[in-house]
């Protein structure tokens, strides 16, 4: 029998007798009125409305829970099959008016229904294998790691045992940040990116390029490429997944080469600032008394001498931040004048290629707590670049100015190639450059991983906005020295002393 029609049927006969019943009562209020108490035709309008009002409320509020009551039966039905029932009881159908038999037959439907994913849910866990059982997982050639959600490790197969040297069953319940002291080359880290998605995603994937591992016992520092998958809402609680792609050898071999080119351009600095001093005497001897070739010559000189000076920095900076040997001095300076000194000499360099250097500089910037030499490497990479990739433009701006918050940014922009938005996540990391152009333009991919690391000892940061083809805009931070004064007062001194460091821990290392 069709339940549903036979509820609509038993709703319409009882709909029907209320409404015959209050208009039985309407005609009979009206005729006790007239009759019997003999209202006049105003004094009659309102005792058949008071009428009307009163039995409408009744009605209204005794057939709202009459009707309704399949619904509510319903309702305590699924409820009390749910986890979070709060005790909820199962509803006595046989009490119901109408609707009996339906509410019945779709009660027996969810049961059924409930009693089937139980046994589907049992038997799934029963057939899926504990991944220390699985041969794909435990046979990997890769690393891997399962972490749950406290991001404790479930499961570490043979591979990730024998790369960081611990036995494989003394992994498994220890949190993953006392396993991988991992350092990364940005505060991109695995550990912040995973605070991340934990709050905005169910699921999310990501990887990083040339982490560092310090193991134990003394071992040789591990480089390696990771990768990590996130799911929230995974039945067994393995929420996370890493996977080490080991790249040791190869990006050792680009520290090497870093050591190799500090070492060897050390002893270029002598005969390089030797070079410079007799080009700048040439320049002053000469002023006036050559022709515009030979003094076009000059200006060539000495731009490409200060290009090899500023090669010879970059190398030599880099190779102390990533051995944590580059130590900034921190002292207050005007940045105006820093700023024009810094950009006098960039001048020549920009000439030569036809460039225009414009300063914008805003009033009353307070001083700044910098480095002044570090600092001027910054700028000295910044603008170069704007100047190489400025392709057809004639103008490189540098703008100096104060935030709404009260920190001093300085921005470099150009009008040239600009940067595809691919591009833009790598480019603080070292040895990066764009493949688009790198047979064109020089470059080592050094200067903007130097300079980051630079702003970010100054408690500033660097930051670039771009669009291909449009020019490019690199802007940094650096904070006004009151607000390191403090810090220099405990310190007892008037500087204060930070280091670069190239690599960024994972800061939930120290949690316990």
Same mark, same amino acid.
């Given at each position: ?255 090497? $080469? ?241 280091? $670069? ?12």
């Amino acid at each position: 029998m069709d339940y549903l029609q036979k509820l609509i049927n038993q709703t319409r006969i009882r709909l029907f007798l209320v409404i015959l019943v209050d208009n039985i009562i309407l005609i009979g209020g009206f005729w006790v009125g007239n009759k019997i108490l003999s209202f006049n035709a105003i004094e009659l309008v309102g005792f058949l409305g008071a009428i009307a009002l009163v039995e409408t409320t009744l009605i209204a509020t005794q057939m709202g829970k009459y009707l309704t009551q399949p619904v509510k039966a319903l309702w305590q039905a699924i409820m009390h099959l749910s986890p979070e029932s709060n005790g909820i009881s199962a509803p006595e159908v046989k009490d119901l008016h109408i609707g009996r038999e339906l509410v019945a037959n779709l009660t027996s439907q969810i049961y059924q229904l409930i009693s089937v994913a139980d046994k589907v849910n049992t038997e799934t866990n029963l057939k899926v294998k504990e991944l220390s059982n699985n041969f794909i997982a435990q046979n990997l050639p890769l690393p891997l790691f399962v972490l749950d959600t406290g991001e404790t490790v479930k499961f570490a197969n043979q591979a990730a045992a024998e790369y960081i040297g611990i036995a494989a069953h003394e992994l498994i319940g220890k949190n993953i940040y006392m396993i991988l002291d991992m350092s990364f080359q940005s505060e991109d880290t695995f550990d912040n990116w995973l605070k991340n998605v934990k709050s905005t995603s169910a699921t999310a994937s990501k990887s990083w390029e040339r982490v560092k591992l310090a193991v134990r016992d003394n071992h040789p520092t591990l480089l390696f490429d990771l990768a990590a998958y996130y799911n929230r809402d995974n039945p067994e609680k393995n929420e996370t997944m890493l996977i080490l792609f080991d790249h040791t050898k190869q990006y050792s071999q680009d520290d090497q $080469a870093i050591s190799f080119l500090a070492l060897s351009v050390h002893e270029l600095r002598a005969p390089l600032t030797l070079l410079r001093g007799y080009i700048e005497v040439f320049e002053e001897e000469l002023e006036g008394k050559v022709d515009d070739e030979l003094h076009g010559f000059m200006e060539k000189m000495h731009a490409q001498a200060e290009q090899l000076t500023a090669f010879v920095n970059n190398i030599l900076n880099v190779a102390r931040i990533d051995d944590d040997q580059l130590e900034l001095k921190l002292e207050e300076a005007d940045w105006e004048k820093i700023l024009h000194t810094a950009i006098a000499s960039l001048n020549i360099r920009a000439k030569v290629r036809g460039i225009t250097l414009s300063v914008k500089c805003a009033p009353n910037l307070p001083t700044v707590g910098v480095d002044r030499l570090s600092v001027q490497e910054v700028l000295n990479n910044l603008v170069d670049n704007a100047v190489k990739y400025s392709g057809e433009s004639k103008e490189v701006i540098i703008d100096a100015h104060l935030t709404q918050d009260g920190i001093v940014e300085t921005t470099i922009q150009d009008h040239g190639l600009g940067i595809p938005t691919s591009i833009i996540p790598n480019l603080f990391s070292k040895f990066y450059r764009d493949h688009h152009n790198r047979a064109q333009i020089g470059g080592t991919g050094l200067g903007l991983y130097l300079s980051k690391a630079i702003v970010t000892a100054h408690g500033g940061n660097l930051w670039v906005r771009s669009h291909e083809g449009e020019g490019s805009t690199f802007g940094f931070t650096l904070l006004p020295y009151a607000q390191l004064s403090e810090d220099a007062k405990k310190n007892g001194s008037d500087n204060l002393t930070r280091s $670069a460091h190239g690599w960024i821990k994972n800061h939930s290392l120290y949690r316990r």
